[in-house]
């Protein structure tokens, strides 16, 4: 599975699309927190099967969940609420010393962009060539559809996600970051990688493989 095509590799440099939420810093647990203090719930982090459990099974007005989820995203202190995951920082600024290319790509709303690109840059993660590709809700229904096209249009070698869903639509090697709602088997173009040290190594055998296939 992993001896996939890169194919315009070495010839020109490597990118790779990196979600945000739930992949380089913890959303769901602080969301999910807020949610079972206002609507008091006890739903646990472990039994999030669906990454829309709150809009679909928790017995609240989806609209409610949107506005408490959109509140939080736009309106508090993004570093204080969502903590970065340390290794996801480590590894993504090793892929800069590297020449990689980073992408992200976030199906938060374009309201989003000034609070997303201050909390990347107050980590360090934007390097000259990084755009941060948020979804517009007026040109698409669906993450998915935004995602596919991202990938597509950037020319993404790999992408890091958490949502299956989007894994198994993007024709490229995604690296899917174990997660309550994304259990189950996964279509062979998808890795299940558990941690950030881990897509860190996988990525540098592929590179490796490629450079001594070319020789
Ligand atoms: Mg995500």
Redesign the pocket.
Known sequence: MLKSKISRFPSSRIKIGV?????ICD?FRPILKKFNKTFNKKIRYQDVYD?FYLEKQAGVEKDRVRFLIDTMILKENNITTFLIYDEAQRVIQSWRKNNYQVHYI??RPLEARQTTIDYLKHYNLIFSETTVNLMDYDCYDSDVDFKKKVVADLEIDFLV???RE?AEAVPTLVFLLDRPWNKGRLKPHIKRVYSWPQIKRYVGKLIKTKTDEDG
């Open positions: 979600d945000i939420d739930n992949v959303t990454f976030s199906a996600e958490d949502s989007i």
